[in-house]
């Protein structure tokens, strides 16, 4: 029997996309002429994007329509292809991206989002290109410190790619997870499916250049850090905690995950939040409320810089509620903020100066 590529169109035709309800040759999947060579018959078939849902489905039935219509001894390859590339593999995201800051903390409640907002807004009060990436999937606080619980990230076209494009605000880049969900509602996800939504945000979203992306990660040490740290090459961390001993004993644990010789992403410093409490009625006086220095002593003892220590200020609080995050002034703890940016610059260019590339944690099954 002689082939002709109508045979082939024809065949074709009877198979259904559920993308579009129509047939993959009215959609206009069916990319070329199929190529006839004797008893061998070659189909391109060109898909939305390289993780279509009804790819493999499709492709088996588009075979089996050959087969069924134009004979069973017919010899079918059928190629796919893709509209949108593939997300970039590990290890090739964010190209533009000079350096990437994990801001955490070993537990909850130690300001570990208002640092990194507020650092994230100093940066580019100094000049600098910033992101900020909400890493904290079940706890998303980012929309709110910034303003912007009602704004929806769109999808830009980029170099054959559809992008996220983040959320811009006080000069700083920015995307998390509570764009996407009900904010009045709790994100019931497995792990799997958590580190899969941080994998979008990071490789699926048009960061663009950059010098500084800082990521605000959850408290503890949980999947979305070994999520992050098998995806980014992370420049260093920069540890947040109280001056209160728990506190201190979970940030002993912060930085022995990214110290662990699997892991050997470098420690900045540390910062001291709430580091003493100040009246806004008096100004020049301290409280100690949490204990005096405690995170500059364990600084000490683990030769880290102490990058800052930031008070206890009700207006801090205040500004982060209202979506206007006190590095924005120049108020006492406005350039507190700053003066820890100038310090993680400093420190970050002397890591790397001296110290290699970062390299991302290999997985073993």
Known sequence: MTLYPKMIMDALATVKYPG???????S?????????????????????????????STVKAAEAAIHYHVGKDVEVEIVTEFKSKPRPEVGQMLPGVKNIIAVSSGKGGVGK?????????????LGYRVGLLDADIFGPSVPKMFDVEQERPYAVHVDGRDLIEPIEKYGV??????????????????GGMASNALKQLIGDANWGELDYLILDTPPGTSDIHLTL??????????????????ALADARKG????????????????????AWFTPAELPENKYYIFGKEGCKKLAQELNVPLLAQIPLVQS?????????????????????FLNL?????????????????????????
């Open 20 to 26: 579009t309800k129509k047939n993959i040759v009215e």
């Open 28 to 56: 206009g999947m069916v990319a070329d002429q199929p190529a006839i060579d004797g008893n061998k018959v070659k189909v391109v078939l060109e898909f939305p994007r390289d993780t279509d849902p009804f790819l493999k």
């Open 113 to 125: 989002s208002t640092v990194s907002a507020n650092l994230a807004i100093a940066l580019a009060r």
């Open 173 to 190: 880049r920015l995307l998390s997870i509570g764009f996407f969900v009900n904010p009045e509602t709790a994100t019931l996800w497995r």
């Open 229 to 246: 740290l098998q995806t980014l090459a992370i420049t260093g961390a920069v540890i947040v905690s109280t001056p209160q001993q728990v």
């Open 255 to 274: 930085v022995d995950m990214y110290q662990n010789e699997k892991v050997n992403v470098p420690i900045l410093g540390m910062v001291e939040n709430m």
């Open 316 to 336: 801090i609080c205040d500004s982060g509620d209202k979506g206007e995050p006190t590095a924005l002034g120049e108020s006492m703890t406005g350039l507190a």
């Open 341 to 365: 940016a100038q310090a993680v610059v400093t420190v970050v260019n002397r890591r790397n100066r001296e110290q290699a590339p970062t390299k991302i944690v290999e997985t073993h099954a």
